[in-house]
């Protein structure tokens, strides 16, 4: 059996404490791969679903931690932060709806898959969900790994 970093160590505590006391993932319902997620708790009001008729991503909230990403109908929210060594990240102004890292000089994809540059994870969606008056809510603090994108609580089908 081989040891583990301190580093390792800590992402793991980490991860294991968000999960204990993280029950919000466990709200809405999911039939196939369709969300209807109850809003998470605390968070940001992005407004109405109708306020996003088209494909697209929005840097509006970047200062709360998010862009947010409609496509195909599915809204959904990606971190702005790179998961190469921490970097701002921004559109990219020379390819429509490409996220770059302002350190680095990786990229990623709407979706948040990384593209090119040092980045090999692909960016954590954050926790979305609609309010009681249909309002969309991200909350920038539960992060969703790519393995739970399809489960509710990761999207907002419109």
Not at 23 to 45: F, I, K, L, R
Not at 114 to 141: E, F, M, T, W, Y
Request: with cysteine; charged share 20%.
């Amino acid at each position: 059996m081989g040891f583990i970093s301190r580093r390792e160590f800590v992402e793991m505590t980490l991860a294991a404490c968000a999960c204990a006391v993280c029950p919000a993932m466990s709200h809405g319902e999911t039939t196939g791969t369709v969300s209807a997620a109850a809003a998470p708790a605390g968070g940001t009001d992005v407004g109405d679903a109708k306020s996003f008729t088209k494909d697209g991503v929005w840097d509006t909230w970047a200062s709360a931690g998010f862009f947010l990403v409609r496509e195909k109908g599915y809204l959904f929210a990606v971190s702005n932060v790179c998961t190469h060594k921490g970097g701002k990240l921004v559109l990219n102004p020379a390819v429509p709806g490409q996220i770059k890292c302002t350190k680095h000089e990786g990229f990623f994809d709407n979706l948040g898959n990384n593209v090119s540059g040092p980045p090999k994870q692909k960016l954590p969606r954050l926790a979305i969900g609609r309010n009681a008056q249909g309002h969309i809510i991200v909350d920038a603090s539960q992060k969703i790994q790519f393995a739970d994108w399809g489960k509710a609580g990761a999207y907002v089908k419109l």
